[in-house]
């Protein structure tokens, strides 16, 4: 098992540009969530899933879109990237509510300039 | 979701015993208390968690006091390898699954040689 990957690990964008990223689980699990992680701060929850076809808003959810077209897989979108998005963005998934145990995958470092 | 209160850093001698504490005195009788770490530039790890009995399993043991105010996340040989930020979280159990883990700042563990 891979567990959780993301792709890409490293990107720089230009302001205004736009990129998805890619979230990956073979674990078949029902819930994914994207976490955004600044300096000298703990994880904040941007979008998450509880099933295929279903999306939520997390805590700071402006400026990101996301998609969960099949179950393995949980996109994270930014349509007009600004400089304060310039983070390190984690994907993690669970089984189901009996345990919220999440699966973190390594993250991908994103500067917008 | 309660609030959580860990000191900012700690240090501990390799091969002793790390003792991280944790208050979360405003925890309601169904909420959770979870542990994650967070090794340098790597995505969170899932430790260990409880509700109201002591736990433990191959990585730690969490000490839950009996007004649940408090908990303690234990690492009985600590490594230079556990040198890490870890998270005390404390979340709900929905209807619909502990969907959100809300991240403070954590503690800062260094592991002395």
């Known amino acids: 098992n891979a567990g959780v990957t993301q792709t890409p690990k490293f990107r720089v964008l230009k302001t205004g540009q736009s990129m998805t990223l890619l979230c990956a689980q073979d674990?078949?699990?029902?819930?994914m969530y994207w976490y955004r992680q600044d300096p000298g701060m703990g994880l904040r929850l941007i979008h998450y899933?509880?099933?295929?076809?279903?999306?939520a808003k997390g805590e700071v959810p402006d400026g990101y879109n996301v998609s969960r077209l099949k179950k393995q897989n949980f996109l994270l979108g930014l349509e007009s990237a600004a400089p304060s998005q310039t983070s390190v963005y984690f994907c993690?998934?669970?089984?189901?509510?009996?345990?919220?145990?999440?699966?973190f995958g390594p993250g991908t470092r994103l500067t917008v300039l | 979701d309660a609030k959580t209160t860990q000191p900012t850093s700690m240090d501990c001698a390799e091969g002793r015993a790390a003792n991280l504490p944790c208050n979360h005195s405003?925890?309601?009788?169904?909420?959770?208390v979870y542990w994650y770490r967070q090794i340098h530039s790597q995505g969170p790890q899932y430790i260990i968690h409880?509700?109201?009995n002591n736990e433990t399993n191959e990585m730690a043991s969490l000490i839950i006091t009996e007004d649940r105010k408090s908990s303690t996340l234990i690492l009985p040989h600590a490594t230079l390898r556990d040198t890490a930020v870890y998270y005390c979280?404390?979340?709900?159990?929905?209807?619909?699954?502990?969907?959100?883990?809300?991240f403070g700042t954590g503690t800062r563990l260094t592991i002395i040689p």
């Open positions: 899933s509880v099933g295929e076809g279903t999306t």
């Open positions: 993690a998934s669970s089984r189901d509510y009996r345990g919220n145990e999440q699966f």
């Open positions: 674990m078949n699990h029902e819930y």
């Open positions: 409880g509700l109201k």
């Open positions: 979280i404390v979340t709900l159990a929905s209807n619909f699954g502990n969907e959100k883990l809300t």
């Open positions: 405003t925890i309601s009788g169904n909420e959770y």
